[in-house]
């Protein structure tokens, strides 16, 4: 391979990078964005998030199709291969994160003027900053090759289940309690479920840079704590 096709195809990885992380950019401030606008009732900042949603749809078919066309014109092997591949599955991630923020962001719209009990943000605010700073760290892991920090967020995970188990039960709890906290609880059960999830794609990511570095995945079971599904048949506490 000569020295120009080197050079050319060291640029194009250089902007597929570049790509991935402008879309981190952009998924990071969808969904600090949607927390913030649901803890301040803020719908004008819950519409901007919705709004973004775009820009990140848009980098995502970008990035695919310049991988696509890196791989038919240089037919890559080895760490190059692994390198666009990992990209491609970067970018679905940060897809789909964007797409929960836009969900978060949606229930502000649809809760706006409901009531809305403060006590009940305490655990949510709790596992949305947790996932965010999970998110950074994978995404600084990726762009620094770095299979520690990555490995760091993939064993958390069972953090944030945990805490959104507590958080389900704790809704549960209010719902029972008070027919007029259904409404509202609901909602923000479904807030939680997407941050959670969230946390799910952060730790696919730090599946993927340990991928790219190694070429292996993770050795073990993803650590894994929701046992949410286990309190729907909780009683219902006597009068």
Not at 42 to 70: C, F, G, H, N, S
Not at 121 to 128: I, R, Y
């Amino acid at each position: 391979m000569s020295d120009h096709i080197v050079t050319s195809f060291d640029q194009e990885l250089r902007e597929l990078r570049n790509m991935i992380a402008e879309m981190g950019g952009y998924a990071e401030k969808s969904v600090a964005d949607s927390v913030e606008a649901l803890l301040k009732r803020d719908t004008q900042r819950a519409k901007a998030v919705i709004e973004l949603d775009a820009a990140i749809d848009k980098l995502q078919r970008q990035v695919e199709d310049r991988a696509i066309l890196v791989i038919a014109k240089r037919q890559p092997l080895a760490l190059d291969l692994r390198e666009i591949v990992s990209a491609l599955r970067v970018a679905n991630d940060l897809e789909r994160i964007g797409d929960l923020g836009k969900n978060v962001a949606k229930r502000v719209v649809a809760i706006h003027g409901h009531i809305q009990p403060t006590q009940l943000f305490g655990g949510f605010d709790h596992m949305a900053d947790l996932v965010l700073e999970q998110l950074k760290q994978v995404l600084d892991a990726f762009a620094q090759r770095n299979v520690d920090e990555a490995l760091s967020v993939w064993r958390s995970d069972g953090e944030i289940d945990a805490m959104y188990t507590s958080l389900f039960r704790e809704l549960l709890t209010y719902m029972m309690e008070d027919p007029r906290n259904i409404g509202f609880c609901t909602h923000l059960l479904f807030c939680a479920k997407n941050i959670e999830r969230i946390g799910d794609h952060a730790t696919n990511i730090a599946e993927t840079v340990h991928y790219l570095v190694t070429g292996e995945s993770p050795a073990g079971e993803r650590p894994k704590a929701d046992n949410s599904t286990d309190l729907v048949d909780l009683p219902v506490p006597a009068k």
